[in-house]
């Protein structure tokens, strides 16, 4: 029996949308501070959510590419940590039940969600897998790795010489474009409330 410990974060700094980058490292112990392994990845303008998700989506699918290595005993336990109870809830608890009830529609991040949970449960048919929250920014060694990776991937993306950047891909324009999308829909409910707010004040004058 083996007990593996990984560690996940997703930035965007330094607004949210803004420039994102997730990251996850993998460390033989919680309390450890050896790095067995690490990844890391740039992915462009992007919110925070997006990159919570995308760090558990990395390493349950680092966990599928290499089955020999977590899931040959049954016996095994997976810990992944993160600081995002949203990215955490979506995976093991809420997506199933958006399938059961069949309200996908109105739900954001399916791209990284499905295939996230698809991989999670997979991995539980086989092995102990536990998704587990741990507070952001709490002196915790691991969680304070991702972040500093995060962190990395943004700084050096933005000091790319622009001449070396690569073309932009219609997955970037896709990303992009969600991200526009999501921003507006909040502006778009934001304007709906304080809307509502100045009817109900004009429908009191008007009873006085």
């Keep these: 029996m083996k007990t593996f410990y ?3 974060d997703g930035a965007s700094e330094p607004t949210n949308p803004g420039p994102s980058a997730f990251a996850w490292t993998e460390l033989a112990t919680y309390h450890d501070k050896h790095e067995i ?3 890391s990845q740039y992915i462009g303008t992007a919110t925070n959510n997006i990159a919570e998700l995308m760090a558990i989506q990395s390493v349950l699918q680092h966990i599928m590419d290499n089955q020999s290595d977590y899931l040959s005993n049954s016996s095994n336990v997976i810990y992944i940590y ?3 109870m949203y990215a955490l809830d979506c995976i093991r608890k809420w997506y199933p039940n958006w399938v059961l009830k069949r309200k996908l ?3 954001k991040n399916l791209d990284i969600i499905k295939p996230a949970h698809e991989n999670y449960a997979r991995i539980s048919m086989m092995v102990k897998v536990v998704l587990d929250w741990i507070k952001g920014h709490s002196g915790h060694w691991g969680n304070d790795r991702a972040d500093e990776l995060c962190e990395i991937a943004i700084a050096n993306a933005q000091q790319a010489p622009q001449a070396k950047k690569k073309r932009k891909t219609k997955k970037d324009t896709i990303m992009e474009l969600k991200v526009l999308t999501e ?5 778009i409910d934001e304007y709906e409330k304080k809307l509502g707010e100045i009817k109900k004040l004009q429908e009191t004058l008007n009873k006085k």
Aim: charge should be neutral.
């Design 6 to 8: 990984f560690f996940c």
């Design 37 to 39: 392994r690490s990844f």
């Design 82 to 84: 993160s600081d995002s």
């Design 105 to 107: 529609d109105d739900k």
């Design 183 to 187: 921003s507006l829909n909040r502006l």
